[in-house]
């Protein structure tokens, strides 16, 4: 299973004094460094902290796929076409939240997310979706040309209950498994921590997740590199039962 560090809120610190420091490109060099297999940032439409500047200085000095979350925003489609990330996350975006909460109605925005995700094809960027665990918004990520689906993560790992996470896990054991009798590639993401990720990660079907703020969060006090060797052997025990 791969592991993208997601490395906003580096920025997020560094946007909160307007400076130049901490240095997202810095963070993703460490994260290179503790071999997490990708880094993943969020152009967000309002720049609140990764900025354009991050994204083509990240793309020009690691030699790990970067994964651009994005919406489908024409500035931000521009950028996208332009840098020419590994891969782009076409992902839901409401100016008035705090992160992400929740997926992309691919549904309701076909035309556009089918123009876009051709778009990026087109210029050899592999697309993803992050949608919710719903198979009918799987079948429209397939529909529109996606090569993957990334599912929101967020109703198991914001759960009340042991039996409302065990209810959320079983719903996203499902669409998994269907998305990836559908050929697409399977990845999740969001709200993943240190105290939740094992049985995400156990989920055969994935093949990637994408984690941030927990890991950037426990790098405060243990230093990014040994935060993503923690997270990577939490990862890797989830997997070593599945063989």
Known sequence: MRLGVNIDHVATIRQARKTVEPEPVYAALLAQEALADGITVHLREDRRHIQDS????????????????????????????????????IVPENRQEITTEGGLDVAAK??????????????GIIVSLFIDPVEGQVDEAKNAGADA??????????????????????????????A????????????????????VAAIEEIEELNIGH????KSVFIGLKEAIRLMRQLIQEARWKLV
């Open 149 to 178: 689906v990334e599912f929101h993560t967020g109703g198991y790992a914001n759960a009340k209950s042991g039996r409302e996470r065990e209810i959320e896990l079983e719903k996203l054991v499902n669409a998994c498994k269907y």
């Open 54 to 89: 991050d994204v083509y200085q990240i793309k020009s000095v690691i030699k790990i796929p970067l994964n651009l979350e994005m919406s489908l925003n024409e500035e931000i489609v521009k950028i996208a076409l332009d840098v020419k990330p590994h891969q782009a996350t």
């Open 214 to 217: 927990s890991i950037i969060a």
């Open 110 to 123: 076909f035309e556009r997310v089918k123009d876009i995700t051709k778009k990026l094809k087109d210029s």
């Open 180 to 199: 990836k009798s559908l050929g697409l590639h399977v990845h999740a993401g969001h709200g993943l921590a240190y105290e939740n990720v094992k049985p």
